[in-house]
């Protein structure tokens, strides 16, 4: 049987402090979803570009508008302290919402393996992820996710773009697919994590890398930044949901 790592997670500290424990990590993180076909994704840069060119063919231009910020939540005093009680998770009480006075996708990272960023939304269903670096790394690396998603409407397509990635290369490109976690389905008896997303592809963006002006005379080119992205469409009203790269585990659960 497996039994929850909640007081593992109490004693697991970070840089910032983290606000919840993630639904999945109360869950059997072994439970077996079945294998799943690889994605056909051979007419995703097709559907990328055709997207793109809508944007910039738009008569009117979307502001861009950030929905989650790390960096202000971790300086602003209400929100960079640990909270006083041990952490939970709420997510039980809260699936099923939509707040309708909030016209975006509510995003969280602030638990253990959490590492979203930045969220901004560039569309009306359209958001740029900008993902934090591993605590103490030493070199730039930047490709695992794990971030949680609410304030969902149903039968709407989403488009998710990881903006700060850095290989040249990955797996995303030849048919994998992140997984993601619905806690709606978990209550209702189909809590797995699963490969979801289509139109998935990774390709180079147009962000280049700031090195401070101080770029070496012998390198004619900047740095670029490559992206992730995929979208979704949800089945459940309110749900919450939970993305990663990859099937994720915790240091609390190694504990």
Not at 62 to 85: G, H, I, M, N, R
Not at 219 to 229: L, M, V
Request: aromatic letters at 12%; charged letters at 25%; proline letters at 5%.
């Amino acid at each position: 049987m497996y039994v929850s790592c909640n007081a593992n997670e109490n004693s697991t500290r970070s840089v910032i402090p983290f606000v919840k424990i993630a639904f999945p990590e109360l869950q059997n993180p072994d439970i077996d979803s079945g294998r799943q076909p690889l994605c056909d994704n051979r007419a995703s840069m097709r559907d990328v570009v055709i997207h793109e060119i809508a944007r910039a063919r738009a008569s009117v231009q979307f502001p861009p508008k950030v929905v989650y910020d790390l960096d202000a939540l971790a300086t602003d005093e209400k929100t960079s302290k640990a909270p006083s009680q041990p952490l939970s998770c709420s997510d039980r009480t809260r699936v099923g919402h939509v707040d309708t006075n909030v016209d975006h996708l509510l995003f969280e990272s602030r638990f253990e393996c959490g590492n979203l960023r930045k969220a901004t939304q560039v569309g009306p269903n359209h958001y740029e992820l900008i993902l934090s670096p591993d605590i103490n790394q030493r070199k730039e690396h930047y490709q695992w996710f794990y971030f949680e998603v609410s304030n969902i409407v149903n039968h709407v397509v989403y488009n998710f773009e990881i903006i700060n990635c850095l290989k040249a290369t990955s797996m995303y490109s030849k048919g994998m697919q992140p997984v993601m976690y619905s806690v709606g389905d978990a209550l209702n008896g189909r809590g797995a994590w699963v490969r979801a997303g289509d139109s998935v592809c990774y390709y180079r963006n147009l962000y280049t890398i700031d090195d401070d002006g101080e770029m070496e005379e012998s390198r004619s080119k900047k740095r670029g930044f490559y992206s992730i992205r995929f979208n979704v469409t949800f089945s459940n009203k309110g749900d919450i949901c939970y993305f990663a790269y990859h099937f994720p585990y915790t240091f609390s659960f190694l504990k």
